[in-house]
């Protein structure tokens, strides 16, 4: 049986965030992720050398690493971090109030006992920062600039600095000498990265890659007409042209600059978003790009559904999946792999709520079950690609447990062999060709996340009506007429093409929300208005308006009375039209909407004993909780408490309460529990210890093995606190 080569393939990126007409940069991700990310990734490779996989690094990435590096570059947040306590004033102390808490509150900021501590003062969602600053003093606030930064350095840099644990174990009450150590520290992390990559690049452990230089996505920039290959109803910007030459900076700038920082030309490219097309092939091909990758989804539609996944999950055609292919346009051909989305998503949504060990084992056993479903003489290419950078904050440790795990089996496991992928493709050429490349995208295999939406489509309008304007313009500096000098002009193409990048209009529409949405939309309208101003020239007024409309909506509704509610499993509305209401959209935005997809909806509120909740599935709950070994409600308050429905919904089911060790159970809750077309619990609080006005903060999670398959709310916990006597009046009174 031949063996099974893993293509791990990591992709690194983040959009550019400075206003470089301005000098200001208000975005501190490039930095935390550095510190945190992108050196921890490349520093669990060098304690594997056996190991091999993919990294892709964005140029936009690059060149904001080599301004912190080689030319001092600085961000809103570390300015406002470097500044002593004692000399900040009410504005710098109402930013940290509003920015500085911008992490993984389980993962991130739960594990420092002061940053939680300074977490639970600050009263998110309940207080303004300027309501809060009063519980705030100097030394709360230099501890906040201090453990910010450091609860954004990556685990293993501990293990390497006896400084940073010193600092850790100290925990609060920092000096500023205290802080300037971590801040240096951040600097000399960050000068290590591009090294430590070449060095991983030089040795043969990791192929580098590139994307089109400011991450566009490429196909709408050569022609916002392939958006209706997938879409067909799709409505379009007012102007539906595209931007060929564009698209051809882009990429040509990204294999030179790559050239330049590694010393060596990249073979492969991964296009921004997996987005692709046909008509792109003889761009990336002329620029010696040797081979792309995108998601399973593209292949499915690009072979009429032959490689597709049934109801259960299950890969149609196995064998056509795990296996390269080529694709030609023009006289022009690439190679083309399509990544697992179910196992890149394991990695990125899912395996964040188990023990790393386990999450590795199930890894490898999903693996061994793919080697097991293909052609046992025929090749096996798994490619899994994700973000390198942005799930490690929902893991335990950073995810250094899993990774450690992970890469020690891929490594050690007979028969599995981790691949860089333009070796493999050298080794093993494609034998199939695609007849056309379907257009699309790793999400949902479409370009809807970009474009279609009324905010994306008028992102795409005042982008065209500058590009008008800058092309106007350089015609008449071309033919010799009136026109800023030249410089200028390279400007402002240069910020153009920052505009086009895809990160932008990521946020416009109502498919991803975030606290920060405003402040995207103001970067984009900036570049926009930056062509006019470097050209002399007034911008439209439109580009003073927000295009963002949509809000950001609340992650969860709070109950607004008592319920009476009959524990039987059935859908009763008025029941539960007092409760609280979680609806399972998914935190981090669409592409993590199919990663653990049974639950849908949770209700949940109080009577006068206890904690009252249901559970909405994607299907008869008693029919969708056969596929788990359980159903658990998990406590952080009172921490340590747990409520397991063993087996549920079958007939030997059976309910259990876990509590912490030291607590002495007076007596045990009498838990109710009801599963038929929705599955409804109610949990006395009395023997929980949770007195009146107490805290409650719980998730629902289904559990399979010793894996959570899914989980509500997707991230974090549900708040409340048990009602007072006067609940309901003050709930009518509001």
Known sequence: MADIALALFWHQHQPYYPDDVSGDNPMPWVRLHGVKDYYGMAL???????????????????????????????????????????????????YLLDNFFMANHERMIRPWPRYYELLQRRGLGKNSAQEALRRYREADLRDLQVLFNLAWIHPLAFERDAELRSLRAKGRYFTEDDKRYVLDKHLEILRHIIPLHKRLADSGQVELTTTPF?????????????????LPDVKLPRATTGYPEDAEVHVRRAVEFHKNVFGSAPCGLWPAEGSVAQAIIPLLARHGIRWIATDEGVLSHSTQGFVSRDEHGHVRNPSHLYRPYRVREGGHELNIVFRDHALSDLIGFQYQWSQGNE????????????????EPRQPVLVTVILDGENCWEHYPDGGVPFLRALYQRCTRTAKLRPVRLGEYLEQHPPRDTLPHLFAGSWINHNFAIWIGHEEDNAAWDALHHAREHLVSRTAKATAGGRSPAIVNIQRAWEELYIAEGSDWFWWYGDDHLCAQDALFD?????????????????????????????????????????????????????EWVQAGRYTCHNERGTMAAGAGCTLRELYFGFNREALLVRVDCDRPARQALLD??????????????????????????????????????????AIAVGIDRIAELSIPLGPMGVREGDPLEFCIELVEGQHKRDRAPREGTIHLSRPTADFERIMWDV
């Open 44 to 94: 669990h490779l060098l304690e594997y050398p056996e190991m091999r996989c993919t990294i892709n690094l964005v140029p936009s990435l690059l060149v904001q690493l080599l301004a912190y590096t080689e030319r001092g570059a600085s961000d809103r947040p570390l300015q406002v971090s470097r500044r002593p306590a004692a000399d900040l004033s009410e504005a710098d102390a109402l």
């Open 214 to 230: 400011y991450h566009p996505i490429l196909p709408l920039l050569w022609d916002k007409k392939l958006a209706r290959e997938a």
């Open 359 to 374: 999450a590795a084992d199930d890894f490898l056993k999903h693996l061994h079950n793919i080697r097991r479903a293909v």
């Open 522 to 574: 103001a970067l984009f309208r900036k570049h926009l208005q930056n062509v006019y101003h470097l050209l002399g020239d007034e911008p439209p007024a439109d580009l003073a308006r927000p295009i963002k409309r949509f809000h950001r909506r609340p992650r969860y509704t709070t109950p607004r009375g008592l319920l009476e509610v009959a524990i039987d499993g059935r859908e009763t509305f008025f």
């Open 628 to 669: 788990y070994d359980a159903l658990r409600i998990s406590f952080a308050e009172p921490a340590g408490w747990a409520v397991v429905v063993w087996q549920p919904g079958r007939p030997e089911q059976r309910v259990e309460v876990n509590q912490p060790v030291k607590t002495a159970l007076e007596a045990r809750p």
